[in-house]
Nanobody, 115 residues
């Protein structure tokens, strides 16, 4: 199982970014996918998750109405569209999958929101 995140960077408050996570090594379309983030000095926290057919989507209260999670099963990719970014969104963002009773993480992509 391999998860590779991309799309992070430096953005001003109020700006947008779209993160991508390319998955391999398992049948992507059969698995629930999640985005997490970890800010300096804080614990890793759940940001958003999506079911296998995209009908089920869940968001942390802190990002609801600003972030949108989606997936393209034909590309083995899950996305996180982040709008109206705030400085408190600064963190390393990770992709996660629970596969065969084991949790797999990507290496993360840094998102910095600053003027």
């Amino acid at each position: 199982v391999q998860l590779v995140e991309s799309g992070g960077g430096l953005v001003q408050p109020g700006g947008s970014l779209r993160l991508s996570c390319l998955a391999s090594g398992f049948t992507f379309s059969n698995y629930y996918m999640s985005w997490y983030r970890q800010a300096p000095g804080k614990e890793r926290e759940s940001v958003a998750s999506i079911g296998i057919l995209s009908f089920s989507r869940n968001y942390a209260d802190s990002v609801k109405d600003r972030f949108i999670i989606s997936r393209d099963n034909s590309k083995n990719t899950v996305y996180l569209q982040m709008n109206s970014l705030k400085p408190e969104d600064t963190a390393v963002y990770y992709c996660r999958v629970d596969y065969r009773s084991e949790t797999f993480w990507g290496r993360g992509t840094q998102v910095t929101v600053s003027s």
